[in-house]
């Protein structure tokens, strides 16, 4: 079973950057697929990141693409998400999740999701 926690949301100025990360526990984790969404109360998971296992492959959704960056840790047991030039619509709730397939990976259907954190952008 693999259990994710994130950190490192919090309150930024427009324009601004921050990095979350997640901590991810589980004797197969290197070999998951791990990702990004968001979410903002009364609204759907969104899709804003993921990235594949076995080599790295980065994917972003189009309101991210050239903002944000994906990594993992060395060890593969830590998720980041690099954010840049954030806006007040950046404003969410993200959430790392692992264990999808690629194919599925922009649909909120992993075995493994993170309580979430808190970014809020002000303008």
């Known amino acids: 079973q693999v259990q994710l926690v994130e950190s490192g949301g919090g309150l930024v100025q427009a324009g601004g950057s921050l990095r979350p990360s997640c901590a991810a526990s589980g004797s197969t984790i290197d070999r998951y697929n791990m990702g990004w969404f968001r979410q903002a109360p009364g609204k759907e998971r969104e899709f804003v990141s993921a990235?594949?296992?076995?080599?790295?492959?980065?994917t972003y959704a189009d309101s991210v693409k050239g903002r944000f960056t994906i990594s993992r840790g060395n060890g593969k047991n830590t998720l980041y998400l690099l954010m840049k030039d954030l806006t007040p619509e950046d404003t969410d709730r993200y959430y790392c999740a692992a264990g999808f397939t690629w194919l599925q990976r922009e649909m909120s259907n992993a075995r493994s999701w993170g309580q979430g954190t808190q970014v809020t952008v002000s303008s």
């Open positions: 990235i594949r296992w076995s080599d790295s492959l980065a």
